[in-house]
Protein backbone atom coordinates (compact mmCIF):
# COMPACT_ATOMS: atom_id res chain seq x y z
CA UNK A 1 0.00 0.00 0.00
CA UNK A 2 1.22 3.71 -0.86
CA UNK A 3 0.09 6.02 1.82
CA UNK A 4 -1.14 9.60 -0.56
CA UNK A 5 -2.94 11.79 2.09
CA UNK A 6 -3.27 12.33 5.26
CA UNK A 7 -6.94 13.18 7.21
CA UNK A 8 -6.56 16.61 8.48
CA UNK A 9 -9.49 17.85 10.23
CA UNK A 10 -13.26 17.32 10.30
CA UNK A 11 -15.44 19.44 7.33
CA UNK A 12 -19.36 19.77 9.07
CA UNK A 13 -20.95 18.03 11.62
CA UNK A 14 -21.58 15.02 8.94
CA UNK A 15 -18.60 12.78 9.12
CA UNK A 16 -16.97 14.46 6.73
CA UNK A 17 -13.21 15.45 6.79
CA UNK A 18 -10.82 17.70 4.66
CA UNK A 19 -7.31 15.77 3.05
CA UNK A 20 -3.90 16.70 2.22
CA UNK A 21 -3.22 14.94 -0.79
CA UNK A 22 0.58 13.85 -0.86
CA UNK A 23 2.20 14.65 -4.56
CA UNK A 24 1.74 11.11 -5.55
CA UNK A 25 -2.47 11.11 -4.89
CA UNK A 26 -3.81 9.75 -8.30
CA UNK A 27 -5.78 12.11 -10.63
CA UNK A 28 -7.97 9.39 -11.48
CA UNK A 29 -8.83 7.56 -8.56
CA UNK A 30 -12.25 5.97 -8.95
CA UNK A 31 -15.04 5.70 -7.04
CA UNK A 32 -15.38 1.79 -6.43
CA UNK A 33 -11.87 1.98 -5.36
CA UNK A 34 -11.22 1.98 -1.43
CA UNK A 35 -8.66 4.24 0.63
CA UNK A 36 -7.41 2.47 3.30
CA UNK A 37 -6.46 3.69 7.18
CA UNK A 38 -4.32 1.87 9.48
CA UNK A 39 -6.36 1.22 12.89
CA UNK A 40 -4.94 -0.75 15.26
CA UNK A 41 -2.22 -1.93 12.47
CA UNK A 42 -4.74 -3.65 10.25
CA UNK A 43 -5.52 -1.79 6.98
CA UNK A 44 -9.31 -1.04 6.70
CA UNK A 45 -10.69 -0.05 3.64
CA UNK A 46 -13.06 2.70 3.44
CA UNK A 47 -15.19 3.77 0.36
CA UNK A 48 -16.05 7.01 -0.03
CA UNK A 49 -19.63 8.70 -1.43
CA UNK A 50 -18.22 12.26 -2.06
CA UNK A 51 -14.84 13.24 -2.83
CA UNK A 52 -14.29 16.83 -3.95
CA UNK A 53 -10.74 18.15 -4.71
CA UNK A 54 -10.07 21.41 -3.30
CA UNK A 55 -6.72 22.53 -5.05
CA UNK A 56 -3.78 20.61 -6.03
CA UNK A 57 -3.39 19.44 -2.65
CA UNK A 58 -6.60 19.22 -0.63
CA UNK A 59 -9.87 17.29 -0.89
CA UNK A 60 -13.37 17.00 1.22
CA UNK A 61 -14.30 13.21 1.50
CA UNK A 62 -17.25 11.88 2.95
CA UNK A 63 -17.14 7.98 3.79
CA UNK A 64 -19.90 5.81 3.81
CA UNK A 65 -19.87 4.44 7.06
CA UNK A 66 -18.65 7.79 9.02
CA UNK A 67 -21.62 9.87 9.46
CA UNK A 68 -21.07 11.84 12.25
CA UNK A 69 -18.12 14.21 13.39
CA UNK A 70 -17.65 11.97 16.16
CA UNK A 71 -17.03 8.79 14.50
CA UNK A 72 -14.70 10.98 12.10
CA UNK A 73 -12.46 12.45 14.99
CA UNK A 74 -11.99 8.77 16.42
CA UNK A 75 -11.50 6.94 13.41
CA UNK A 76 -9.88 9.28 10.97
CA UNK A 77 -8.50 12.75 11.81
CA UNK A 78 -4.54 12.11 12.02
CA UNK A 79 -4.02 9.39 10.08
CA UNK A 80 -2.69 8.56 6.50
CA UNK A 81 -4.94 7.65 3.65
CA UNK A 82 -3.44 4.74 1.92
CA UNK A 83 -4.65 3.23 -1.46
CA UNK A 84 -3.63 -0.71 -2.72
CA UNK A 85 -1.30 -0.31 -5.44
CA UNK A 86 -2.65 -3.35 -7.14
CA UNK A 87 -0.21 -5.84 -9.24
CA UNK A 88 3.37 -4.53 -9.27
CA UNK A 89 4.74 -4.49 -12.37
CA UNK A 90 8.04 -6.09 -12.85
CA UNK A 91 9.14 -2.77 -14.57
CA UNK A 92 8.46 -1.04 -10.88
CA UNK A 93 10.53 -3.20 -9.07
CA UNK A 94 13.82 -1.75 -7.32
CA UNK A 95 16.24 -2.01 -5.03
CA UNK A 96 17.15 0.23 -2.20
CA UNK A 97 20.40 0.82 -3.02
CA UNK A 98 19.17 2.34 -5.99
CA UNK A 99 18.40 5.31 -3.83
CA UNK A 100 21.46 6.52 -2.91
CA UNK A 101 22.10 9.97 -4.56
CA UNK A 102 18.29 10.61 -4.57
CA UNK A 103 17.38 14.22 -3.10
CA UNK A 104 15.45 14.12 0.01
CA UNK A 105 12.85 15.99 1.34
CA UNK A 106 12.31 15.24 4.91
CA UNK A 107 10.00 17.82 7.35
CA UNK A 108 10.37 20.54 4.78
CA UNK A 109 14.58 20.84 4.50
CA UNK A 110 15.89 19.26 1.43
CA UNK A 111 18.97 16.56 1.73
CA UNK A 112 20.63 13.63 0.15
CA UNK A 113 19.96 10.06 0.65
CA UNK A 114 24.07 9.29 0.85
CA UNK A 115 23.76 5.68 1.99
CA UNK A 116 21.72 2.57 2.66
CA UNK A 117 22.58 0.17 5.34
CA UNK A 118 20.85 -3.30 4.71
CA UNK A 119 19.59 -5.39 7.71
CA UNK A 120 16.85 -8.09 7.90
CA UNK A 121 15.92 -6.38 11.23
CA UNK A 122 15.92 -2.49 10.52
CA UNK A 123 17.24 -1.52 7.10
CA UNK A 124 18.06 1.92 7.31
CA UNK A 125 18.96 5.49 4.89
CA UNK A 126 21.98 7.96 5.99
CA UNK A 127 20.26 10.99 5.21
CA UNK A 128 22.62 13.86 4.86
CA UNK A 129 20.91 17.53 5.50
CA UNK A 130 23.09 21.09 5.70
CA UNK A 131 26.07 18.97 6.83
CA UNK A 132 24.86 16.47 8.98
CA UNK A 133 23.80 12.58 8.69
CA UNK A 134 21.27 11.25 10.27
CA UNK A 135 19.45 7.99 9.94
CA UNK A 136 16.10 7.23 9.01
CA UNK A 137 14.20 3.51 8.83
CA UNK A 138 13.89 2.34 5.18
CA UNK A 139 10.41 1.44 6.03
CA UNK A 140 7.09 1.95 3.50
CA UNK A 141 5.51 4.19 6.19
CA UNK A 142 8.05 6.58 6.18
CA UNK A 143 8.30 6.86 2.58
CA UNK A 144 5.56 9.61 1.08
CA UNK A 145 7.04 9.59 -2.35
CA UNK A 146 9.79 8.52 -4.84
CA UNK A 147 10.43 10.17 -8.16
CA UNK A 148 12.55 7.92 -9.93
CA UNK A 149 12.65 10.63 -12.67
CA UNK A 150 13.09 13.23 -10.94
CA UNK A 151 15.52 11.93 -8.75
CA UNK A 152 13.70 12.88 -5.43
CA UNK A 153 12.00 11.09 -2.30
CA UNK A 154 9.86 12.36 0.17
CA UNK A 155 9.62 11.19 3.79
CA UNK A 156 7.36 11.70 6.53
CA UNK A 157 8.86 10.79 9.65
CA UNK A 158 7.10 10.87 13.27
CA UNK A 159 7.09 14.12 15.40
CA UNK A 160 10.46 13.64 17.12
CA UNK A 161 12.58 10.57 15.21
CA UNK A 162 14.63 13.14 13.72
CA UNK A 163 16.18 16.14 15.17
CA UNK A 164 17.41 19.01 12.68
Given at each position: ???V???G?????D???????????P??????E?L??V?D???V??FY??F?????????V?FD??D?A??A??????R?????????D???E???E?L???????D???GK???????????L?EI?I?G????????E??????D?????I?????E???E?
Amino acid sequence: MIAVGRVGRLFGTDGGVMLTLYSNFPDNLQNEEPLFVVIDELAVPLFYNSFERRGKAGAVVHFDDIDTAHRAEEYLVGREVFIDEGEEDEEDEFYMEDLIGFDAIVDGRKGKVSDYYDSEANPLFEITIEGREHLVPAAEEFIAGIDFEGRMIKFVLPEGLLEL
